[in-house]
């Protein structure tokens, strides 16, 4: 597609539970972020990964948050055991490096909410 | 923790320039100077980005101090859809965002 598709757009589900989200990058972009965004609150990083080199994971809060993804595909985000502060907007970016020659681009996020 | 600094917030009005301030002293060489901004509920779009010179698109003008210490996001005549959080990073940033500068623009 023409730009970041991110699903599901929104997503509520109860504490305990397991969630994934999914990420549908730019055909072509080897770069791919995740970020989570509490409300009011910044950009908060979460994970990287590149091509097929060993994802950053340096940004995940707990244990219980992973994400994979395959080649320069497709990636998704996993919260285990979800807990009332994981809620927030998921957003991915994705892009091509070197970062400094383009911008990222951003897709429209996963609001999560926990109850 | 990003390497830049921004005001947290700044106010214009409608029709009027808009200068968005950002200190980046321990640019390296290397560094490009990526501005991106969020629009209300949405996920942040790229604006422009530049190294050394000054850059112009159809979104903002890029003014870099010569030292590269510094460099300014101008938009030439804000509009309320214009209002949003506008943030200045590094290609060291390595993605990492700050707070931001958020614009409010009055009518």
């Known amino acids: 597609g023409a730009g970041v598709s991110q699903s599901p757009s929104n997503k509520v589900t109860e504490k305990g539970k397991d969630v994934e989200l999914r990420c549908d990058p730019i055909?072509?972009?080897?770069?791919l972020y995740w970020y989570r965004q509490r409300l009011g609150q910044g950009l908060e990083f979460l994970i990287y990964?590149?091509?097929?080199?060993?994802?950053?994971k340096s940004g995940l809060p707990s244990d219980r948050f992973s994400a994979e993804r395959t080649g320069e595909s497709v990636s998704t985000l996993t919260i285990q055991r979800t807990q009332q502060e994981d809620s927030a907007v998921y957003l991915c970016?994705?892009?091509?490096?070197?970062?400094?020659?383009?911008?990222?681009?951003f897709g429209s996020g996963t609001r999560l909410t926990v109850v | 923790d990003a390497k830049t600094t921004q005001p947290n917030s700044m106010e214009s009005n409608e029709e009027e320039p808009v200068h968005l301030p950002c200190n980046h002293s321990?640019?390296?060489?290397?560094?490009?100077i990526h501005w991106y901004r969020q629009l209300p509920s949405q996920g942040p779009e790229y604006v422009i980005h530049g190294l050394t010179s000054n850059v112009n698109n159809r979104m903002a003008s890029l003014a870099i101090a010569e030292d590269r210490k510094s460099s300014t996001l101008i938009l030439h005549r804000a509009t309320l859809r214009d209002a949003a959080v506008y943030y200045c990073i590094l290609s060291s940033d390595d993605m990492r965002f700050g707070a931001g500068t958020r614009l409010t623009v009055k009518p």
């Open positions: 321990t640019i390296s060489g290397t560094d490009y």
């Open positions: 970016a994705s892009g091509l490096p070197p970062r400094g020659l383009r911008g990222y681009t």
């Open positions: 990964f590149q091509g097929n080199s060993a994802p950053d």
């Open positions: 055909s072509g972009h080897t770069a």
